[in-house]
């Protein structure tokens, strides 16, 4: 049974046991000053242990700036930060599995930032939607400034040297640049929130262009060696229903600038991961993706929550999979799917009132 979800695969030079990854999912479960503790050491090799090929962290903020999104995020700035995390990718290989740090800068979607009172986006427009109660928010997003060229080089600058620290101090077998979900280099690619009219917005190239020079700022830190990747989603956690305004053709032109930046994979998330990416059309992001950017590898999400549904990605457009919800709920997923076993259902109190790791979770 699914003979390809076992299949051992590698990204770049890293070697993964089997196709199945845990996808990032934020906890909230650092310190204040957001190094990563016991809980998460605990919590992180817990997935490794419980069979999965590789591990994508939450995401980790990249300056002590505007990044920072959450109260209680883990950050990779600061020397206590990289310390912390040390033991985390420390437990995580030593369980047998790959682990890959996401980095992320939330940008106008900031709903708590213990460095900055402000936010800062593409352009001054306000947030759709309301701050995730989950995560410790209330209300509406704030009105955020719009981004100077310099703090857009900072920004750049950020996710380079933050990659350099995953990878060379912490130990980390890549990054995975956050480009989904409504954050900072997702905001400068929406079309209703960047209204700029320079170099760094208009034409989906220019809308584009921060992802791909963060991309390539990072794979010059992190050489050819390190395993690179991006993130890329139409849905955002404040718009959920938002769809690419430039429809399958733009997304092919997406995926394919993304593979002439040098990512060794790109991870396309949905609701669901095989249905269609537009009313238009049936093909899906993930088929979009594979289409776009033939040569590299292709990670999807979304709604994989059993064995035969990860399995039909795997045998219709994707590389890899990665798991969440269903992860959550069952640490050892790829064990009980190898074995036929049952799978369990995510638990009411693992999300909520707020999203941090619950004791007994790992």
Request: aromatic share 8%.
């Amino acid at each position: 049974m699914h003979p390809l979800l076992f299949t051992p695969g590698r990204i770049n030079r890293i070697a993964f046991k089997n196709r199945a990854l845990v996808a990032p999912m934020t906890r909230i479960s650092a310190s204040e000053t957001g190094v990563p503790g016991e809980v998460m050491r605990r919590y992180y090799a817990s997935f490794a242990q419980g069979g999965f090929g590789g591990v994508i962290t939450e995401g980790l903020y990249i300056d002590n700036a505007w990044s920072q999104t959450y109260a209680f995020q883990p950050g990779i700035v600061s020397d206590e930060q990289v310390a912390g995390w040390r033991e985390v990718v420390a437990a995580v290989k030593e369980a047998g599995a790959v682990v890959i740090a996401q980095l992320i800068h939330g940008g106008a979607l900031s709903q708590a930032n213990r460095h900055r009172d402000t936010t800062v986006g593409p352009s001054a427009v306000k947030p759709r939607g309301q701050q995730m109660a989950f995560y410790y928010g209330k209300g509406d997003y704030a009105l955020p400034e719009a981004m100077s060229e310099q703090q857009i080089r900072e920004a750049i600058a950020s996710f380079a040297d933050s990659a350099d620290r995953a990878v060379n101090q912490a130990g980390f077998d890549g990054v995975e640049i956050h480009g989904a979900n409504g954050y900072l280099l997702d905001q400068f690619f929406t079309d209703y929130q960047n209204q700029r009219e320079d170099d760094w917005g208009g034409t989906l190239e220019k809308r584009l262009r921060l992802t791909l020079e963060v991309i390539r700022a990072v794979r010059d830190r992190i050489g050819r060696e390190a395993m690179l990747g991006v993130r890329i989603s139409q849905g955002k956690v404040n718009d959920f229903q938002h769809k690419w305004q430039e429809g399958e053709a733009g997304a092919l032109r997406v995926f394919q600038q993304l593979q002439q930046a040098g990512v060794d994979y790109i991870h396309v998330t949905e609701y669901k991961a095989w249905q269609p990416a537009f009313s238009d059309n049936t093909r899906s992001l993930a088929a979009l993706a594979r289409a776009g950017a033939p040569d590299t590898v292709i990670i999807a999400n979304g709604g994989l929550d059993d064995g035969e549904l990860a399995e039909d990605q795997l045998a219709a457009d994707a590389d890899f999979v990665a798991i969440g919800k269903a992860a959550l709920a069952n640490h050892d997923w790829p064990l009980r799917v190898q074995q036929g076993e049952a799978l369990r259902p995510l638990a009411e109190n693992v999300l909520s009132p707020v999203a941090t790791i619950k004791e007994g979770e790992y």
